[in-house]
């Protein structure tokens, strides 16, 4: 959430901010100023009859003392306190309405963001390896699964519904040994510190990374008594969370957390995108990174946040791109973002497999998370950043179809042979 002092003195950087993302200023700003003209003209008020409110209790004991009818007064003071509840009231009404316009506001992207509409104007910044090359037709994920015995998305259908899978014997070992040795490289070779978070959250911490109120929709909601408990859409939320409410000693920072997590998306909006295979899933599997870092210094640490995520890839020998998001095509929450985009030889495509952002203060002011400059009392918010490291289902078919033999076979990356006990995954039958 963006400040609302900062909002008020830049309604035309903010209006521009709008366009840019493709936001129309007009809806998402609605009735700000008058809002906020009202709101503080409650406030005023207030403290004015408040302030005289005071007063007054400060004359009537000295006309008590004296003698003197304070009866006047004792009614006056009475009927402000009246007055000065109708104002408090009115003063929260606005506030609220407040609150509600200001996390319709998404975050404004930082300066070197490119302008731009859609994915069509993301910005290629740079590439890792070289596409493999095939003395044969490579074939997509979901033919080489079917064919191995390793990806079963029939079955998954009659247990569950579509857009979720069954994973069978080294299917199943490549999805755990994938996030092993993700969790081993972040945690032994890169610093993070391991953490198991609850898969269910509250609607306070949906709130605080942004997906409440805005996404709703995109999310599976699990009623729980009278209040609603939601199943995470990433790692990110509940990790982030765990600092909701509290102060960060700036020698701890950059604080950086690494956890391995189920996923669940409702994916609201994207039916008819993706139908074929595991690339969009209600139910998969991530290692997620999140840093809670100084501001002065988060776009550094956003660099190395996705320098990390890239040596995932490298280890896995995966070739891959990195393109920063433009302004139309980044999340509401993020100031800045890299999108990781592996190749896949059996859709002749460079898919995304993680996403890197720096969101700067806004989720930070949302959930309250602050930290204790060095030599300075007040404290400031610390800035969150998270990324995918990687996306475990996306990392498993990147490695089927840029791996996979003529024979049908594929050959088992070199780095994750001790996690699998194999060089290679052979066709299987129960």
């Not at 269910?200 to 408990?229: C, E, I, W």
């Not at 946040?305 to 393109?323: C, M, N, P, S, W």
Request: charged share 25%; glycine share 6%.
């Amino acid at each position: 959430m963006l400040e609302l002092s900062f909002v008020r003195d830049n309604i035309p950087k903010i209006e521009e901010m709008l366009r840019n993302r493709g936001m129309n200023p007009d809806a998402i700003l609605k009735d700000f100023r008058t809002v906020d003209a009202q709101r503080r003209q409650a406030i005023q008020s207030a403290e004015t009859v408040r302030a005289e409110r005071n007063r007054l209790s400060a004359e009537i004991p000295k006309l008590q003392k004296s003698g003197q009818d304070a009866s006047h007064l004792i009614a006056d003071a009475k009927d402000m306190r009246v007055q000065i509840q109708e104002m408090e009231k009115a003063a929260e009404e606005y506030d609220a309405r407040m609150t509600e316009l200001l996390v319709g506001i998404p975050n404004l992207p930082h300066e070197s963001v490119p302008v731009g509409k859609s994915s069509e104007e993301n910005v290629e910044i740079r590439r890792w390896g070289a596409p493999p090359s095939f003395n044969f037709a490579p074939k997509p994920h979901w033919e080489l699964g079917e064919q191995l015995g390793i990806l079963d998305l029939e079955r998954a259908v009659k247990v569950t519904g579509a857009r979720f899978a069954v994973y069978w014997e080294l299917g199943a070992k490549l999805e755990r040994a994938l996030a092993n040795f993700m969790l081993d490289v972040h945690t032994k070779e890169h610093g993070y510190t391991e953490v198991l978070p609850p898969y269910l959250v509250n609607s306070s911490s949906m709130y605080s990374t942004g997906q409440l109120p805005k996404f709703a929709a995109d999310l599976f909601r699990v009623p729980h008594g009278d209040k609603d408990l939601w199943l995470i859409p990433t790692a990110e939320v509940p990790v982030t969370n765990l600092y909701r409410d509290e102060t960060l000693e700036h020698s701890k920072l950059p604080v950086s957390l690494t956890a391995y997590t189920p996923c669940f998306r409702s994916e609201a909006g994207s039916y008819g995108k993706d139908v074929r295979g595991i690339v969009r899933q209600h139910q998969f599997q991530k290692v997620e990174l999140v840093k809670f870092s100084r501001p002065d210094n988060s776009y550094e640490q956003h660099e190395k946040l996705t320098q990390d995520a890239e040596k995932i890839l490298q280890k896995l020998g995966l070739h891959y791109r990195i393109v920063v998001l433009c302004t139309g095509d980044m999340s509401f929450a993020a100031a800045k973002t890299y999108d990781l985009e592996v190749w896949l030889p059996g859709q002749q495509l460079f898919r995304e497999i993680s996403s890197c952002s720096n969101f700067e203060s806004f989720q930070a002011r949302r959930a309250n998370i602050r930290y204790r400059a060095e030599g300075k009392g007040k404290p400031a918010f610390v800035h969150t950043l998270n990324g995918s490291g990687l996306a475990v289902g996306r990392t498993w078919l990147a490695i089927l179809e840029n791996y996979q033999q003529a024979d049908g076979s594929v050959v088992v990356p070199e780095v994750l042979r001790p996690y699998m006990g194999t060089d290679r995954i052979l066709p299987w039958r129960l």
